[in-house]
């Protein structure tokens, strides 16, 4: 029997494992992925994550600004590929492509569906101070997140787990179920099933400003936001005029104060207190600086008892 033949869209980390999957159970035709990028202080050009797994299996790689052009189309056309796997792509698929494959395009979501629709998921649902997420994977329609759901997995978000460490969790998780999707589309297995708009959540792109600390809200929701924001953008608060960085933080439900003042000096932390209760924060990172351990912040930048991070 032949391998099905794919097409994979796909650009960030969290679509590699999905990639491996693709290859291993099926015949790629082609890799398409966002154009190079200029990254880091030498704004140097570089190939996404999922680029640099395509060129290791020597797979055929595309890069187009645009999915929609009518070149691109007729290119995919040309193809007649029988699925499109989508994973964190960065472009909207317009209705002539998602008509080109026999079997539709399916796509790796980053929520629980309909739950948190959109841009940043996994980063929402930990500053939203969610207990629970997972992966959904779909059938894509012409909206943003909105097709039929096709099977999903979940996973306990634990107090302090960051955004990062639940990415990785959900990359793997997200591959697995990959594959046990492709499985049951072969198999004529999965029926979808349709979303519940009136339950979703939208997770909306993220700014600089997103990570501006409110200190007038409670110590959870700061802490929500500093784990949720790590560790891109990361949450940020002033002093003195100046953008500090929070990394790492701890609820403090025994103290209290004036929002934004601090209250307390430790060998290892300060402690800030918030609109209810307090913030312990245990890595920060200074203007122009790398991040470091809050105590060391302590005996080196002068922060005293009374301060107030606005």
């Known amino acids: 029997m032949s391998k099905l033949r794919t097409v994979f869209m796909g650009t960030p980390d969290f679509a590699v494992g999905c990639l491996d999957v693709m290859q291993e159970k099926t015949e790629v035709l082609t890799v398409i992925t966002q154009p190079d990028r200029p990254k880091g202080r030498g704004q140097k050009m570089t190939p996404s994550p999922v680029k640099v797994k395509a060129l290791e299996y020597g797979l055929p790689i595309w890069q187009p600004e645009k999915i929609k052009t009518a070149e691109c189309v007729a290119r995919l056309k040309e193809l007649k590929p029988d699925l499109i796997v989508v994973v964190a792509f960065g472009q909207i698929l317009s209705q002539e492509v998602l008509d080109i494959p026999r079997l539709g395009c399916v796509n790796v979501h980053a929520s629980l569906l309909p739950r948190y629709r959109g841009a940043a998921p996994i980063h929402w649902s930990i500053i939203n101070g969610e207990t ?22 979940k996973i306990e978000i634990t107090p302090d787990m960051t955004t990062e460490e639940l990415h990785d969790k959900l990359a793997v998780m997200g591959s697995k179920l990959l594959a046990d999707t492709v499985d049951g589309l072969v198999a004529g297995t999965i029926t979808p099933e349709k979303q519940d708009d009136s339950l979703t959540n939208y997770a909306s792109m993220l700014t600089k400003e997103t990570g501006h600390i409110d200190w007038t809200k409670s110590a959870q929701e700061v802490h929500n936001l500093v784990r949720g924001l790590n560790s891109w953008p990361v949450a940020w608060t002033m002093l003195d005029g100046k953008n500090y960085k929070v990394w790492g933080t701890k609820v403090r439900e025994d103290k209290s104060g004036n929002p934004g003042e601090v209250l307390e000096l430790t060998k290892k932390s300060f402690i800030v207190a918030a609109g209810k209760g307090a913030v312990e924060i245990t890595e920060i990172q200074p203007p122009s600086k790398k991040r470091m351990a809050a105590g060391d912040f302590v005996r080196g930048n002068g922060v005293k008892v009374g301060f107030i991070f606005n």
């Open 132 to 153: 629970e997420t997972g992966v959904t994977t779909m059938m894509m329609d012409a909206g943003l997140d909105t097709g039929d759901m096709l099977l999903k997995s």
